[in-house]
């Protein structure tokens, strides 16, 4: 799990934090209905430093809709930055950036989630009690598990649930053995 800073946006714990519970309580959740879970790192959080201001990934476009300039924006240099996919079968990827449009959104599928600055702001707290974002992220991640849907009534239940949720420090040390 990933938390794109843009370089105008100050460090505040309460983001990795909140992010970091959304995440477990997700994983509780998919234990507790399916039996079965994703793996997380520690950190379970990577602060990533973006190599742009928050307008940029605001007004950039990216994509046919607005909807997606600010994840895709953010996607696109998470991937170019630590050597990801989209999709990535090697893990599931999920991005949350501090950045926000009044057309942004956000979503899950092909083995990522993306997500905007309302999603970030609501885990880490601000604006509100954290449950609508716990039942967001779970939504979003069973996209991107390839978990079954109404619109797929046949397909296998969660294939890539037990997938790791992938974070920079992890695959270092898979790398180094550090």
């Known amino acids: 799990m990933y938390w794109l800073k843009p370089t105008d946006a100050s460090h505040d714990q309460r983001y990795p934090d909140g992010i970091a519970n959304?995440?477990?309580?997700?994983?509780?959740?998919?234990?507790?209905?399916?039996?079965?879970?994703?793996?997380?790192?520690?950190?379970?959080v990577e602060v990533v430093n973006g190599d742009q201001p928050r307008a940029w990934y605001e007004n950039t476009p990216n994509g046919n809709e607005c909807y997606w300039w600010v994840v895709f924006n953010m996607q696109q240099e998470l991937m170019r930055r630590l050597n990801l996919r989209a999709p990535d079968s090697r893990w599931i990827n999920v991005g949350g950036i501090s950045a926000e449009a009044p057309c942004s959104?956000?979503?899950?599928?092909?083995?990522?989630?993306?997500?905007?600055?309302?999603?970030?702001?609501?885990?880490?707290?601000?604006?509100?009690?954290?449950?609508?974002?716990?039942?967001?992220?779970?939504h979003e991640l069973g996209h991107a598990f390839g978990c079954r849907t109404p619109r797929r009534p046949t397909a296998p239940l969660c294939p890539r649930l037990s997938t790791t949720i992938r974070t920079p420090t992890s695959a270092r040390r898979r790398r180094t053995g550090s």
Do not use: C
């Open 22 to 44: 959304v995440m477990r309580e997700a994983q509780r959740y998919y234990k507790q209905e399916l039996g079965n879970t994703f793996n997380l790192n520690d950190p379970v």
């Open 105 to 138: 959104g956000g979503g899950g599928g092909s083995g990522w989630v993306i997500l905007s600055g309302h999603d970030a702001d609501g885990a880490a707290g601000i604006g509100g009690n954290t449950n609508r974002w716990n039942g967001g992220m779970v």
